[in-house]
């Protein structure tokens, strides 16, 4: 690590410094499953997130983590970390049959986070083609009256989520969903009440359809309530979607470790905290499937990126 870096890392780590909230996710652990014998165990993630420098961190699928309230605050606190929300998955376009599922999610997932003193739910959409195997589910985009289902639902959810818990919720486009490209991310935001739906901004996944993170946050600068911080591989992408891979099938490439890829953190930062200089700034590199050696070292070097590229960033 230069210098350089090193001071910003030592300045903007402050108690009394001004800055994003940055963390990291059981995502960049390869942790996509409640459960999978060949994925890092909880306690040592926890371990390795605290040694590698972060103070937050995402729940991860629910279920990985302790979901004992107390358990959970007690291991989190004995190093030193904190939550800063979880993640439901939702079909609204699927039909009214959907919110059921959406809801028992729900009260799972915000229950809690509000116990723990977090405040944001991630939600990601259903994909067209499966994340396990890249099998085609569904059509790839959505009829008018689906659209319709899935903005009611999503502001529906919105709504219970902010009443029932005080947790708001976080969309968050998603390569091979039906919300991925610039056109369909401002189209879900002009269909849904701003008071019930902002986005986790995915700058990984935003970018995977050419969308510029920057130019959306500018647009919607209301609508930005949470950070995913990734990077993909820009000539990879393009072969991607030239040959119609599955992101089921090229996730673990695709997204590379900082500053190698795509799009530049530094005025991603720079526009979102002119909007809110308190907003999470997550890191959730997909890496599904990785060896459990190798994330503590890449999560270690992103952190020191981040905190080198930009001000404006902290631990608190």
């Known amino acids: 690590m230069t ?27 390869g942790v996509w499953f409640p459960e999978h014998p060949r994925q890092t165990p909880w306690e040592r993630f926890l371990d390795e997130v605290a040694e590698a420098g972060y103070t937050y961190i995402e729940l991860g699928p629910y279920g990985y983590l302790p979901t004992d309230p107390h358990q959970l605050e007690d291991e989190l606190g004995k190093r ?36 723990m ?81 902002s986005l986790c901004l995915d700058t990984g996944h935003y970018a995977y359809y050419g969308g510029d993170n920057v130019a959306l946050i ?12 990734k990077q993909i591989d820009p000539e990879l992408r393009f072969e991607v979607l030239k040959n119609d891979v599955s992101f089921a099938d090229c996730a673990a490439e695709i997204m590379v470790e900082p500053p ?18 308190e907003i999470f700034a997550i890191v959730e590199q997909d890496m599904p499937g990785v060896d459990i050696s190798i994330p503590a070292g890449i999560a270690t070097r992103t952190r020191q990126h981040i905190f080198g590229c930009h001000p404006l960033t902290r631990n608190r």
């Open 117 to 197: 003193g977090a405040e944001h739910i991630v939600v990601i959409p259903d994909m067209w083609r499966s994340d396990a195997t890249g099998e085609t589910l569904e059509p790839r985009t959505l009829t008018n009256e689906q659209w319709d289902k899935l903005a009611g639902g999503q502001d529906r959810l919105g709504k219970a989520l902010l009443e029932e818990y005080g947790v708001r919720q976080q969309f968050h486009s998603h390569a091979d969903s039906h919300v991925g490209t610039k056109r369909e991310v401002e189209r879900l935001l002009e269909l849904t009440d701003p008071r019930y739906l």
């Open 80 to 115: 030193d970390l904190k939550l800063s929300g979880g993640t439901v998955f939702t079909g609204f376009h699927k039909g009214a049959e959907q919110w059921q599922r959406a809801w028992d999610q729900a009260v799972q997932v915000a229950g809690l986070v509000h116990a």
């Open 260 to 277: 190698a890829g795509e799009p530049d953190f530094a005025p991603i930062i720079d526009a979102v905290s002119k909007i809110d200089s």
């Open 218 to 229: 500018k647009k919607y600068p209301d609508r930005i309530g949470y950070l995913h911080l």
């Open 3 to 29: 210098d350089t870096v090193a001071d910003a890392v030592t300045v903007t780590s402050g108690p009394h410094t001004e800055g994003l909230r940055i963390g990291t996710a059981p995502d960049s652990w």
